[in-house]
């Protein structure tokens, strides 16, 4: 079965970049979908395809995907931006297509 | 708008069942997937299956497979999610989200549905 891992934490000051990282084997050949939860609500998307940002979201979140490490970078980090960060991916690798989610990263804001 | 509106928090004894329901509204029932996820206590996002509103069909997580059934009724925009033989690990909130078609993101989530298995 496919597997995603992503760091269990990311501590980035107010006003810095983050970067929180995604590993999977070719990772690079899967579309990738970043979703952002903050305590006790439901994710919310913040990145898909990779690098598209849905609206409403700010242009300071941006994606990449190549090899085998998809990242979604957070540029000018504000308070506000302190959740947790699920990576997601299809997997066709089974007879069946079906959801992967990496373990999540927890974002925290010095 | 779209809105994706589940039932409430559910307290079962072990080996019990629960079904918990997910009423879809502002946008055309048929014509997107749902999908049901759940998220134990301090831990990550659980892929549990998938449900197609149009046909009916399912596909589940081979996890769940022989525990979890999912439903729909269209007369009423609204699907289910029934899991049996439950134990104190089922003990999570469960969300439903929908998605338009295969690889496409979930862009909308309901709000969560609580189940707490325990004696």
């Known amino acids: 079965s496919y597997v995603l891992t992503q760091p269990p934490s990311v501590s980035v000051a107010p006003g810095k970049t983050a970067r929180i990282t995604c590993g999977g084997n070719?990772?690079?050949?899967?579309?990738v979908h970043w979703y952002q939860q903050k305590p006790g609500q439901a994710p919310v998307l913040v990145i898909y395809y990779d690098s598209d940002r849905p609206s409403g979201i700010p242009e300071r979140f941006s994606g990449s995907n190549s090899g085998n490490t998809a990242t979604l970078t957070i540029s000018r980090v504000e308070a506000g931006d302190e959740a947790d960060y699920y990576c997601?991916?299809?997997?066709?690798?089974?007879?069946?297509?079906?959801?992967?989610f990496g373990g999540g990263t927890k974002l925290t804001v010095l | 708008q779209v809105q994706l509106v589940q039932s409430g928090a559910e307290v079962k004894k072990p080996g019990a069942s629960v079904k918990v329901s997910c009423k879809a509204s502002?946008?055309?029932?048929?014509?997107?997937?749902m999908h049901w996820v759940r998220q134990a206590p301090g831990q990550g996002l659980e892929w549990m299956g998938i449900?197609?509103?149009?046909?009916?069909?399912?596909s589940y997580a081979q996890k769940f497979q022989g525990r979890v059934t999912m439903t729909r009724d269209t007369s009423t925009s609204t699907v289910y999610m029934e899991l049996s033989i439950l134990t104190s690990e089922d003990t999570a909130v469960y969300y439903c989200?929908?998605?338009?078609?295969?690889?496409?993101?979930?862009?909308?989530w309901g709000q969560g549905t609580l189940v707490t298995a325990s004696s």
């Open positions: 989200a929908r998605v338009s078609r295969p690889f496409k993101p979930f862009d909308y």
């Open positions: 502002g946008y055309t029932f048929t014509s997107y997937y």
């Open positions: 070719n990772i690079g050949s899967k579309s």
């Open positions: 449900i197609n509103p149009s046909g009916g069909s399912t």
């Open positions: 997601q991916v299809w997997d066709s690798s089974s007879d069946h297509q079906r959801v992967v």
